[in-house]
């Protein structure tokens, strides 16, 4: 592994805030420059860890790391112009598997998760709903839901079923030998409880070990929940394998795509694989997206090594009776990749989105480029670039920090009632677990959340090098170094 350095901590140097801008939108679909910054308070930035922003109703609330890493709660009402701070007992350590995850319950509760790599789980609840003033004991730390398997949790995933009840999944294990479980929430007693008497996925066949890393549940058009994700032998981010998918009705009852039964938990042997990629084939867990077709039909986009050994994206929908696989990019050149935790990877793929005109689009990052390329509908093949429908204005798309290679990143945040979240991250270094040399310079930058068109609320981080790619949170996994669209649900790369 080598020596690790020591983090270089000088106080008083960090000056990162983040920002609420009210924005406008034209009739030609433009956002208009009327910036009005609203400030809430220094955050950290000076490694990449997931930030969560979360809009209910006519409140909002932001999950952060504030600029000592303690992990921060801010509450609004929409038609306010201030921020409550509740600062809670829990501060971050040098990993960026340790987002934050939000999420509001059908009575107003607000649920939060964060801070955890293989680690205890750490869960803080509302003492009372949104609506009701919030004092700095209005949270109240748990740390346990059912009890049972709660020692060695990462990738915390809010999410509703079909009832609308509050569910929550999460890896217990580790990376090669894990589990997936989800507990549901109950609002009339405030308990959780096993969803699943048995875990959604199970790796562990005789004497040989592997996890799932996983891209949804997604709520399709049709109602319905589908799931895809490859197997990892090992930590090493080499060893992932066969692309795989699932779906469910209420995230109780999973069948394959012909609708046969799957017996839980989901092994290696009873699987419905789409895409056998053998271990060194290009696949890797953190490019993998669940998106829809003009039809409303599921199309899994995952990246993979061509038959020259070049890296590409492919494309795979179930039609007449079967997965039909087809490569979407034309990459002259290959992406390698190997090792552990949150990779230095300047790659990304994004769901497929209907285009309103009968094809598709899709937000991308690749070697040879990136941004949101038109994709026929009928052969699933990158046609064209398309112009981004919501583009970041300028005053928010700039780099604010002097250290050199800096620049602006977004991701995917969250949905809520009110729109679609969109995150602007700028952030500095690697995400490994190891704690780096960080200069003050690198953290003065500035993390912006504004409202487009009142129906879109988008958090901008910290500044980031050109060099690195962020571990995502569930919705992980869907970020990328552009705007993206849709929900964050999860992931990382380790």
Not at 134 to 150: A, C, I, K, Y
Not at 425 to 450: E, I, L, Y
Request: proline content about 8%.
């Amino acid at each position: 592994m080598g020596d690790r350095p020591t983090p270089v901590v000088r106080p008083g140097l960090l000056c990162l805030r983040i920002i609420v801008v009210a924005l406008a939108a034209t009739a030609g679909g433009a956002v208009a420059a009327n910036i009005e910054p609203l400030g809430v308070a220094p955050v950290w930035s000076a490694h990449p860890v997931g930030f969560a922003l979360l809009t209910s109703g006519d409140h909002q609330v932001v999950g952060f790391y504030d600029a000592d890493r303690r992990l921060t709660v801010a509450v609004r009402s929409l038609d306010e112009q201030s921020w409550t701070l509740v600062p809670l007992p829990k501060q971050t350590g040098w990993d960026s598997h340790n987002y934050v995850a939000l999420a509001v319950d059908r009575d107003g509760f607000v649920h939060l998760c964060a801070d955890m790599h293989v680690a205890p789980l750490v869960y803080f609840r509302s003492r009372h709903p949104l609506g009701e003033p919030f004092e700095p004991d209005s949270f109240e730390p748990l740390h346990r839901m059912t009890g049972d398997r709660e020692d060695r949790v990462t990738y915390p995933t809010f999410l509703h079923d079909a009832a609308g009840d509050l569910v929550f999944m999460y890896r217990d294990g580790s990376s090669g030998n894990g589990e997936q479980i989800l507990d549901r929430y109950d609002g009339a007693t405030r308990t959780w409880r096993r969803l699943l008497d048995a875990p959604l996925t199970s790796g562990t066949i005789d004497d040989e070990s592997m996890n799932a890393y996983l891209h949804g549940p997604v709520k399709g058009p049709d109602g319905v929940f589908h799931l895809a994700w490859v197997w990892r032998d090992t930590p090493d981010c080499e060893t992932c394998h066969d692309v795989c998918y699932a779906r469910s009705p209420d995230l109780v009852r999973w069948e394959r795509s012909d609708g046969t039964p799957l017996d839980l938990p989901i092994t290696p042997r009873t699987c419905e694989i789409v895409d056998p990629v053998p271990v060194g084939g290009g696949l890797l867990n953190g490019l993998l997206a669940i998106g829809f077709d003009t039809a409303g039909r599921p199309v899994l986009f995952y990246h993979r090594y061509d038959d020259q050994g070049r890296s590409q994206v492919y494309a795979a929908r179930r039609e007449n009776g079967g997965w039909r696989i087809r490569q979407t990019s034309a990459e002259p050149g290959r992406l390698e990749f190997s090792g552990r935790g949150s990779l230095p990877l300047r790659a990304w793929i994004g769901p497929v989105r209907t285009a309103g005109d009968g094809t598709l689009e899709q937000n991308y990052l690749l070697p040879s480029g990136a941004g949101p390329w038109r994709i026929d509908a009928e052969t699933l093949a990158a046609v064209g670039s398309t112009p981004d429908r919501q583009p970041i204005p300028t005053a928010l798309d700039r780099v604010e920090s002097a250290w050199p290679g800096m620049q602006v990143n977004c991701r995917a945040i969250a949905s809520s009632e009110s729109g679609t979240s969109i995150a602007v991250s700028r952030r500095k270094a690697s995400g490994r677990r190891w704690p780096h040399v960080v200069s003050p310079v690198s953290r003065r930058t500035t993390c912006d959340c504004f409202n487009d068109a009142g129906n879109s609320f988008t958090l901008r981080g910290p500044d980031r090098p050109t060099d690195g790619a962020d571990e995502a949170s569930p919705a992980d996994r869907h970020g990328g170094h552009r705007l993206v669209r849709g929900n964050l649900r999860g992931g990382g790369l380790g």
